[in-house]
């Protein structure tokens, strides 16, 4: 089977005293399921942003969409980065835009047409029930509903892998269920590879996964 | 109204810069223009014993552009008149002449200083009037003003950069985090900075245009036309194709570069 992410002894640090995650062995198939628990501050985000090249393994090889990450140029980050669709933590929607034109942005990065892109993001909208609030702004929605913008952003560009960080960290049921839901979907229809940070699976899952526990710097194979 | 908001500090600055740039080119040229005026009424004036062609008095030195002589008539009319005509010709003739001597140039003290010295090499020459402490003063006057005018413009500058190094600051903020989260999506660096240099474009042209309208109506104000009259000089204020070139030019290079460095500060969040 075909693997998206495979990595190989790798150590993460932010500065020499301190590892985060120490000579991990770790590998994901495309078109799984993968969820990764943790204790917080365990390294989960960490390794995460490893993933999408925010930061390089100090050893080890790291090989994403097979690209080598321990040693990639900008170019081809940039590439890879436009085939993954990343929700973060802390959302990170851009303020000065509309929810609509967040949406649109990994479109426009890979260079879709115009109404290609119209289509995707009223789709969308739809998806993530926030049609009637396109034009507003991030900072005009509630958390739930920044999530769900973030979760439309991520999926817009059909990405071969979501990352995904507690995506319903401390969200309401609704919006929590209509996450899972479109993570589903994207999983069973579109054979998209998922990999999500958190702290609870949920019960109501109809796909089989993978789970990976984090803890004093080591990934161990739960189920 | 949000975008309004964007573009208002970053125009406010530019305007700041250009309006010092356009006002100091027009202290500038008044000051040519005075400079200029004063030149072309400005005269010395030279008694001789013999007659000295025009060619020769241009000889002797190469600031003078023009000699005029004076009639002696001026001269006789204060000494009475109870003298026959055969006298008057004969008096006439014994009398010294006298030159009035134009300048290329409103000349500085040193200039008057080797120009005496020029004319007093030739011999016939016996007196030099050169008015100099009249002259003196004013030319004192204007450097002092060119000298006011150049501290106030670098005061000026110097606070306007202040504000554009605080803009950039803020500027720095307002586009990293947007940079970096199109980054995170694999949005190469020319494309992550389009918005900005857009921006930056946009601005150095509303800014252009509004200092244009500024200027054009400053160049028609009945207030500021009379200024210039009482001066008895010509000033144009406002050169249409020159200045507004100018102008925009220097607004795109403030606001591109500004991006620029925007760009090159940037830093990807971890
Ligand atoms: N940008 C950073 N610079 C330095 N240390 C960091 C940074 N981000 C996280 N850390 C540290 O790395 C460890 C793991 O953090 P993180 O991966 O965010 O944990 P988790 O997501 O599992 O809660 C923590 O001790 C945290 O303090
Ligand atoms: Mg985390």
């Known amino acids: 089977m075909d693997k998206v992410i495979v990595a190989n002894d790798i150590s993460l640090s932010y500065n020499a005293n301190e590892t985060i995650i120490n000579q991990a062995n770790f590998s994901v198939d495309s078109g799984s399921f993968v969820f990764i628990t943790g204790a917080s501050g365990s390294g989960k985000s960490t390794l995460l942003k490893s993933f999408f090249g925010a930061i390089k393994p100090i050893q080890g090889s790291l090989i994403v969409g097979g690209v080598e990450l321990s040693d990639v140029s900008k170019n081809k980050l940039n590439f890879l980065r436009r085939h993954i669709g990343i929700v973060f933590q802390d959302y990170k929607l851009i303020k000065e835009w509309t929810i609509e034109k967040n949406i649109m942005m990994p479109l426009i990065i890979n260079g879709y047409e115009k109404s290609v892109i119209q289509n995707q993001v009223e789709s969308l909208l739809k998806h993530v029930r926030l049609k009637h609030q396109a034009g507003k702004y991030p900072l005009e929605l509630s958390g739930g509903e920044q999530q769900r913008v973030a979760m439309a952003r991520a999926l817009s560009h059909n990405p071969i892998l979501i990352l995904a960080d507690e995506p319903t960290g401390n969200l309401d049921e609704y919006s929590s269920q209509l996450i899972w839901n479109l993570l589903e979907g994207a999983n069973t229809q579109l054979k998209t590879t998922i990999i999500v940070v958190t702290h609870r699976?949920?019960?109501?899952?109809?796909?089989?996964y993978k789970h990976y526990h984090i803890e004093y710097g080591e990934i161990y194979e739960i189920s | 109204m949000k975008s309004v908001k964007n573009h208002f500090s970053l125009i406010i600055a530019l305007l700041s810069i250009l309006f010092c740039i356009q006002i100091f080119i027009i202290v500038d040229r008044s000051?040519?223009?005075?400079?200029?005026?004063?030149?072309?009424?400005?005269?010395?004036?030279?008694?001789?014993?013999?007659?000295?062609?025009?060619?020769?008095?241009?000889?002797?030195?190469?600031?003078?552009?023009?000699?005029?002589?004076?009639?002696?008539?001026?001269?006789?009319?204060?000494?009475?008149?109870?003298?026959?005509?055969?006298?008057?010709?004969?008096?006439?003739?014994?009398?010294?002449?006298?030159?009035?001597?134009?300048?290329?140039?409103?000349?500085?003290?040193?200039?008057?200083?080797?120009?005496?010295?020029?004319?007093?090499?030739?011999?016939?020459?016996?007196?030099?009037?050169?008015?100099?402490k009249t002259h003196d003063t004013t030319y004192k006057l204007l450097v002092l003003f060119k000298n006011v005018v150049f501290i106030f413009a670098m005061v000026v500058s110097i606070v306007t950069m202040l504000l554009i190094l605080k803009e950039l600051r803020i500027w720095q903020f307002k586009h990293n985090e947007r940079m970096s989260v199109m980054g995170l999506f694999g949005a190469p660096i020319w494309l992550r900075s389009a918005i900005l240099f857009r921006l930056a474009i946009v601005d150095a042209l509303i800014s252009s245009v509004l200092i244009f309208l500024i200027f054009i109506y400053i160049s028609t104000n009945k207030w500021v036309l009379l200024q210039f009259q009482n001066l008895n000089i010509k000033v144009e204020v406002f050169n249409l194709v020159n200045d507004s070139l100018l102008l925009l030019a220097i607004s795109l290079i403030v606001s591109v570069t500004l991006a620029a460095m925007v760009v090159l500060g940037h830093k990807e969040e971890v």
């Open chain 1, 201 to 208: 699976i949920p019960s109501t899952l109809n796909v089989n």
């Open chain 2, 31 to 132: 000051i040519e223009a005075y400079k200029e005026n004063l030149a072309n009424n400005y005269s010395i004036v030279v008694v001789s014993k013999k007659q000295i062609k025009e060619k020769e008095m241009l000889l002797l030195d190469e600031s003078i552009s023009s000699v005029q002589e004076l009639p002696p008539d001026n001269v006789i009319k204060r000494l009475n008149t109870n003298i026959d005509k055969k006298n008057m010709n004969l008096l006439k003739l014994t009398l010294p002449k006298f030159y009035k001597l134009y300048l290329y140039k409103f000349p500085t003290p040193d200039d008057i200083k080797k120009l005496k010295l020029n004319l007093s090499k030739n011999k016939s020459i016996t007196k030099i009037e050169d008015f100099a």
